[in-house]
């Protein structure tokens, strides 16, 4: 079984920056590739970034890129969500996932989803 969970959301204002965190544990070796997804108000769930575990790819959604970056820390087994000039159209509830796959882009090909943080960019 794997657990993921995210800190870091909360309100910014236009512009500001945020980071995100997502802890992972328990069977994580079976995890080839994590990625954050976000989710707003009556719209669907939304890709935003991923990384393979091993490092060897790594995607980011053209609606941020340049403006967010996706780490991990495998020591820690942390993954991380760096967001920066953020926009009112970034408000969302980010989730953290994992798949078994090397690619993680649809989120019906994630296996372990965490359970939100809410981001909220407004002045």
């Known amino acids: 079984q794997v657990q993921l969970v995210e800190s870091g959301g909360g309100l910014v204002q236009p512009g500001g920056s945020l980071r995100l965190s997502c802890a992972a544990s328990?069977?994580?070796?079976?995890?080839?590739?994590m990625a954050w997804f976000r989710q707003a108000p009556g719209k669907e769930r939304e890709f935003v970034a991923s990384y393979t575990w091993n490092g060897s790819s790594t995607y980011v959604a053209d609606s941020v890129k340049g403006r967010f970056t996706i780490s991990r820390d495998n020591a820690k087994r942390m993954v991380y969500l760096e967001m920066a000039s953020l926009k009112p159209e970034d408000t969302a509830v980010y989730y953290c996932a994992g798949s078994r796959y090397y690619s993680l882009v649809y989120y019906n090909s994630a296996h372990y989803w965490g359970q939100g943080t809410q981001v909220t960019v407004s002045s």
């Open positions: 328990g069977s994580i070796s079976s995890i080839k590739t």
